[in-house]
Every structure is written in structure tokens, then in C-alpha cells.
């Protein structure tokens, strides 16, 4: 498989204790399909590979809380939703 590189915008903030800021670039090594594909991506989308890679890494951190936020919901017991329902019916009433 043949692999490219091409430059990103690390968004690593200074109080992580990163030794980048968002005015570094970096090199990551994908294979032309997929920098094709995210190019195209990007530019649909009237984003610079940059931004758009920050809106996937934005995606896919998105999609793990909620994750966890349906993992919470299955686990919470009979009594706590049933608390929660009487609750949110409460507050129904008060805003109608």
C-alpha cells in the first residue's frame, strides 16, 4: 500500500501539557485512497483537511459520550426511572 503525507493542525491546547499549539503543524501517513477521500470530504464540506479532520476527531468523541450516556441509561436501575419519570411529568405540567 502506497502512503502519503500530508499536514494536519494538532488542536493539543498548552494547559495538556503538550509540547504542540494549534499553530504547529504535523505529518501523518495515510494511504492515498483515504487522503483522497478526506480531501473530497473536506472540500464538500468547504473545509480545509485540517478543520475537517478536527470535525471527525469532534465525531468520534461526540459518539463515545454518547456512548457512555446510553451505557448510564441501560444501567439505571427500575426506582431511579421510575423517579425520573414521575420528575420529568412534574415538570411538564409547570411548563405547558
Not at 457512555?68 to 426511572?81: I, N, P, Q, Y
Request: aromatic content about 4%.
Amino acid at each position: 500500500m502506497c502512503e502519503r503525507d500530508f499536514a494536519g493542525v494538532s488542536s493539543k491546547s498548552e494547559t495538556t501539557g503538550s509540547r504542540y499549539t494549534e499553530s504547529m503543524t504535523t505529518t501523518i501517513k495515510v494511504s492515498d485512497q483515504v487522503r483522497d477521500r478526506l480531501k473530497g470530504q473536506a472540500s464538500r464540506a468547504h473545509r480545509t483537511l485540517g478543520q475537517h479532520l478536527e470535525h471527525l476527531a469532534d465525531l468520534g468523541e461526540r459518539e463515545a459520550r454518547m456512548a457512555a450516556l446510553r451505557g448510564a441509561v441501560r444501567s439505571t436501575s427500575a426506582e431511579d426511572l421510575a423517579s425520573w419519570r414521575v420528575e420529568s411529568r412534574a415538570w411538564e405540567r409547570i411548563e405547558g
